[in-house]
């Protein structure tokens, strides 16, 4: 969801704002422009599309100049078009400016500003942002950077901004409140980003800017100050990261890439917290709450979109385990309904991204409200891991496809090590069991890639076969309900086909009404305690004349005798399941986007990192 990157420095800066911003365009967007400082003006070229037509409609313009900001949209107030992309131009035609985020009182301070005989070029709050700032500093008389700081303190809503002054050569000012800004640290130059990849093939320090900051960047030199004119020490972080992790290395599609990394970034998520020989999980991450979780009243999980999922299966998995209440909540619903919340509560956020808006202002809410905050987090250093007391990261990498795959196996493995651990500590599992599954999480990245190996021409087939499908249902029970629902999920993101996920009972109180010959029905149907009670379904949709497509484990002798599709996984234990039986369906998705023609990358209307409400 909108991309901002900023270069200011001694390099031509045109090539490297336009590379970053190819570099963010995972995160779903509809227009891209750029803002360059030539000599003493400003210029300005913006287009609705993909990068790609911005560069075609520049073409051979000049593109000469040592700082630039540039910006992918993804529209939120007024359509796709070229006048409402940004950069936009102050009236005054002495600022450009870029916005990710969402002005919430813009309607106000634009009736004010329209009053003063201001008039708008597009019907976006952001262009209202930049001329209420201009408006201070010209009523003012006084510097850009004040008049920011004036403004902001009357704005409400989330911002990245960055503003670059005709009068003010090779200088980026930047603020932020809600969404993420990153600036990177070179030799006389300086770089932005709404996330690190901008600027990995340059430098791998950073600051991570906070809310409420502003940033005055010029080539040799980073002002950082808050809102009270007041100057702070940048924070400067080493990255952890390497170009290739946001490269395909040869795949069609990162999506398809990430599918295949799960072995590996399962494993990474475990690497060093698990040792199942000798029964024993470490996970520094809880060590500072640990007894708040224990003596927890409830476990309230946040979370949105796959992410939400990932807590489906760790509120059945910590309930099983520990016998502690564990409740899940939309973050978008949890952020405006008045809750409960008491200080005995501990809110765990589960994130990709860290950077999801409904989920971090749900959990600054909890905080006020006493309650402590762990975060599940992909993202290192973002928002959300920053506003937690503690987290555990889940080190899956950058992930770039847009639908989330290798970021929830990695959740769910740092959903399962903290479960087992608590029920270690708690005295609810016995030292067998414990050690059981310890062994049994163990051996899931080779079983994922025995599925990876063995199944992907299968699920190619059954994937052409059904490609055409109008609708499909998704069914699982107990630890796979989750499972269906996220299957379900992946195929509506990727291929645009409606799909539904449901509890496999459930079924009969409505959804059964929609079944036919023209229904394609995916049962997640490993090896379980209900798996005689899914098979029952199974026939239900069979004496309906559905199609069924069943996941079931190795072995199973009597499922393929009534699906029309079977897709075969290695057995494991039905805690530990989800992780396994989830691959196939990311898969299935994934081919049937491919057959279908579409850009299963970057799904229409979709974004990776949701930075608005
Ligand atoms: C689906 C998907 C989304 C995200 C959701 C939350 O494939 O990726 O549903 O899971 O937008 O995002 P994060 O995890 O970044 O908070």
């Known amino acids: 969801m909108c991309g901002i990157v900023g ?18 365009e995972y995160r779903g967007y509809d227009s891209a422009g750029i803002a360059l400082q030539q000599d003493d003006q400003l210029t300005l070229y913006k287009k609705a599309g993909k990068v790609k037509d911005l560069e075609h409609f520049i073409g051979e313009r000049s593109t000469d100049g040592l700082t630039a900001i540039g910006h992918t949209r993804w529209a939120t107030h007024g359509e ?63 510097g850009l950077e004040e008049a920011i700081r004036i403004a902001l303190k009357r704005v409400t809503g989330a911002y990245v901004i960055l503003l670059i002054d005709e009068s003010q050569p090779q200088t980026i000012f ?50 950082l100050k808050n809102l009270g004119n007041e100057r702070i020490t940048p924070y400067v972080q080493k990255l952890d990261l390497e170009l290739a992790a946001i490269e395909k290395g040869g795949y069609d599609h990162f999506m398809l890439k990430e599918i295949f990394e799960q072995p590996l970034t399962i494993a990474d998520s475990f690497r060093g917290r698990l040792d199942a020989a000798e029964a024993r999980i470490v996970l520094s991450g809880i060590d500072a709450i640990e007894e708040k979780l224990l003596n927890a009243r409830r476990i309230i999980i946040v979370a949105c979109g796959t992410s939400w999922h ?28 008045n809750p409960v919340i008491s200080s005995d509560d501990v809110i765990v956020a589960i994130s990709q991204s860290g950077e999801t808006a409904d989920t971090l202002v749900a959990l600054e809410r909890a905080k006020e409200q006493g309650a402590t905050i762990f975060g599940v987090v992909n993202v290192v250093g973002s928002s959300i891991s920053r506003i937690a007391h503690a987290g555990c990261y889940t080190h899956a990498g950058p992930e770039i496809g847009v639908a989330s795959t290798k970021a929830y196996t990695a959740q769910l493995t740092v959903l399962m090590l903290i479960a087992l651990k608590l029920a270690k500590a708690k005295g609810t599992i016995t030292p067998e069991r414990f050690k059981e599954l310890c062994q049994e999480l163990d051996a899931i990245p080779n079983k994922v890639q025995q599925v990876l190996k063995d199944q992907v021409e299968r699920i190619k087939a059954i994937a052409e076969k059904y490609k ?73 949709i069979k004496a309906r004349k559905g199609k069924v497509l069943a996941v079931v484990t190795e072995g199973d002798e009597i499922t393929p005798n009534i699906a029309d599709e079977v897709i075969w996984v290695p057995q494991t234990d039905e805690l530990i399941a989800p992780l396994l039986t989830v691959v196939p369906l990311q898969l299935l998705s994934y081919y049937i986007g491919v057959y279908r023609g579409l850009d299963v990358d970057r799904p229409r209307n979709l974004a990776k990192s949701v930075t608005v409400e």
């Open 468 to 540: 055409d499908a109008r609708s499909m249902l998704y069914l699982g029970r107990g630890y796979n309900f989750p499972t269906a629902l996220e299957g379900a999920l992946k195929l509506k993101e990727i291929s645009y086909i409606h799909a539904e996920g449901y509890p496999a009972a459930e079924m009969k109180h409505g959804p059964i009404a929609l079944v036919d010959e023209d229904l394609p029905v995916v049962f997640v149907a490993s090896r379980d305690t209900y798996h005689e009670k899914i098979v029952s379904n199974m026939q239900e």
């Open 7 to 24: 270069y200011t420095g001694k390099r031509q800066a045109y090539p490297i704002v336009i590379d970053g911003l190819k570099k963010l």
């Open 174 to 223: 930047a603020a932020r409140k809600g969404s993420p800004l990153v600036i990177g640290i070179g030799a006389d130059e300086h770089f932005l980003g709404s996330d690190a990849s901008p600027m990995l093939a340059y430098t791998k320090e950073v600051v991570y800017i906070n809310d409420y900051e502003l940033a005055i960047v010029r080539p040799d030199e980073l002002v």
């Open 80 to 142: 796709p078009s070229d006048h409402n992309a940004h950069p936009h131009l102050s009236q005054s035609g002495q600022l450009a400016m870029i916005h990710n985020g969402i002005i919430e009182n813009y309607a106000q301070l634009k009736s004010e500003l329209e009053k003063e005989g201001y008039r708008f070029k597009s019907e976006t709050d952001s262009e209202v942002l930049l001329n209420f700032i201009d408006d201070i500093r010209l009523k003012n008389q006084c």
């Open 310 to 337: 990932a807590g489906l299966v760790a509120e059945y998995v910590i309930e099983e385990l520990c016998r502690i209440n564990v409740e899940v909540e939309y973050a978008s619903e949890f952020r405006y309904r």
